[in-house]
T-cell receptor, first 109, second 113 residues
Framework: KNEVEQSPQNLTAQEGEFITINCSYS?????LHWLQQHPGGGIVSLFM???GKKKHGRLIATINIQEKHSSLHITASHPRDSAVYIC???????????FGAGTRLTVKP | EPEVTQTPSHQVTQMGQEVILRCVPI?????FYWYRQILGQKVEFLVS????????KSEIFDDQFSVERPDGSNFTLKIRSTKLEDSAMYFC???????????FGPGTRLTVL
């Protein structure tokens, strides 16, 4: 059973489109992370959330603790946003980090 | 901007050999982590380390694995007797607190032949 589910698995968008990536989880968490994995494999942390909403540039992340759901939004998407976006949760019970399978985003010019 | 570094970037080894993967976390960070990602699969947590001891470890982190902070800057992952299935990208990360934003290194690609 996958404790962290992401949707969609793959997403193709045209430049300028508004993007939403969803993450649902089944365990109690201390925090939720959104990560970006570049085509070369490197991982960059975008957000860490435990409640509410965070914004950084064109990226917005929200979390609903009661519904165990988080979304990552990208406004005015650009080809350089093409990457795999990974949701990861810190399991409150054992402090393990549990990862989603990732959403592969391709933004076409 | 401070960053996490890892060496080597690529390690090729024979099955049964010992390997040591090295990481230099960000200097004022107190929490250190190792993750692995088998090609085409999701990232998996291996171990977290704080105050010179393991704080959590996953089922993957069996007796073949060990971690050490041999000095004030390096954080190492040792695999005692490598297996073919250990082939993966290994990422080190560090954070100031927990939970907190984690900063990832560029990864070491381990290939076991």
């Amino acid at each position: 059973k996958n404790e962290v589910e992401q949707s969609p698995q793959n997403l193709t968008a045209q430049e300028g489109e508004f993007i939403t990536i969803n993450c649902s989880y089944s365990v109690g968490i201390s925090a939720l992370h959104w990560l970006q994995q570049h085509p070369g494999g490197g991982i960059v942390s975008l957000f860490m959330l435990s409640s509410g909403k965070k914004k950084h540039g064109r990226l917005i992340a929200t979390i609903n603790i009661q519904e165990k759901h988080s979304s990552l939004h990208i406004t005015a998407s650009h080809p350089r946003d093409s990457a795999v976006y990974i949701c990861a949760v810190l399991d409150r019970a054992n402090n393990d980090m549990r990862f989603g399978a990732g959403t592969r985003l391709t933004v076409k010019p | 901007e401070p960053e996490v570094t890892q060496t080597p970037s690529h390690q090729v080894t024979q099955m049964g050999q010992e390997v040591i993967l090295r990481c230099v976390p960000i200097s004022n960070h107190l929490y250190f982590y190792w993750y692995r990602q088998i090609l085409g699969q999701k990232v998996e947590f291996l171990v977290s380390f704080y105050n010179n001891e393991i704080s959590e470890k996953s089922e993957i982190f069996d007796d073949q694995f060990s971690v050490e902070r041999p000095d004030g800057s390096n954080f190492t992952l040792k695999i005692r007797s490598t297996k073919l299935e250990d082939s993966a990208m290994y990422f080190c990360a560090s954070s100031e607190e927990r939970p907190d934003t984690q900063y990832f290194g560029p990864g070491t690609r381990l290939t076991v032949l």
